[in-house]
Each structure stands twice: as structure tokens, then as C-alpha cells.
Nanobody, 127 residues
Framework: QVQLVESGGGLVQPGGSLALSCAAS????????MGWFRQAPGKEREFVGA??????????TYADSVKGRFTISRDYGKNTVYLQISNLQPEDTAIYYC??????????????????WGQGTQVTVSS
């Protein structure tokens, strides 16, 4: 089993930055891709970005709406995936979830491809 724990959320002013972390425990961290999703109030959960597996660091992919502002990275030594967010806007307010695709395949942009999820961390952007 894989356990995921997000941290780093909070209240940020517009234009600010935030770094979210997702610590993984359980099965080998290097063997599976990781994704970030978010769910805003009253909206469905949506894909934010993902990073593939691989000791080179992994390839990343992002939703068009966050390209240029969101950066995903992973630290194999710490079994942690990071989501760095810059120039935060009120529309970025959401619960942010990390997920792991431990078994099977499927597109990294699709929620159904992931079989382990964290509990989420709240990000609120407001002045």
C-alpha cells in the first residue's frame, strides 16, 4: 500500500507563491508516476500536473491553465513530490491533492488512472 500526505497549503495573497509537498510511504517511490489535482468550491476535481517515474527526475506535464506558473518536481531520497506555485490568483483557491499511479496504466491526466490519493491540503488565495 502507498500512503500519501500533502502539506504546505495555507492562505496566500494574490501574486504570492506557495510550495506544496507530498510525502509518500509504502512501496518504492521511484516506480510510479505522481500527479497533482485540485478541487475548487462547487467544482469537480481537475488535473493540475504530473511527473513520470524515472531516476532522471521524470518528465512533467501540466494543464494548460497552469503552465508557466506551476512546477512539479520529485526528490527520490525524500520520497516526496513537490508542487511549486507562483503568481497565485483567487481562482487557484482549492483543495490540492497528490496521487500515485501505483498499478496499471492510463493517461496521467485522468483521475481514474491513479489508485492512491492523499487527504488534500487547502490553498486559499485572498487579499
Amino acid at each position: 500500500q502507498v500512503q500519501l500526505v500533502e502539506s504546505g497549503g495555507g492562505l496566500v495573497q494574490p501574486g504570492g507563491s506557495l510550495a506544496l509537498s507530498c510525502a509518500a510511504s509504502g512501496r518504492s517511490f521511484s516506480n510510479y508516476p505522481m500527479g497533482w489535482f485540485r478541487q475548487a468550491p462547487g467544482k469537480e476535481r481537475e488535473f493540475v500536473g504530473a511527473i513520470s517515474r524515472g531516476w532522471s527526475g521524470g518528465d512533467t506535464t501540466y494543464a494548460d491553465s497552469v503552465k508557466g506558473r506551476f512546477t512539479i518536481s520529485r526528490d527520490y531520497g525524500k520520497n516526496t513530490v513537490y508542487l511549486q506555485i507562483s503568481n497565485l490568483q483567487p481562482e487557484d483557491t482549492a483543495i490540492y491533492y497528490c496521487a500515485a499511479r501505483v498499478t496499471g496504466g492510463g493517461s496521467l491526466t485522468t483521475q481514474a488512472s491513479y489508485d492512491a490519493w492523499g487527504q488534500g491540503t487547502q490553498v486559499t488565495v485572498s487579499s
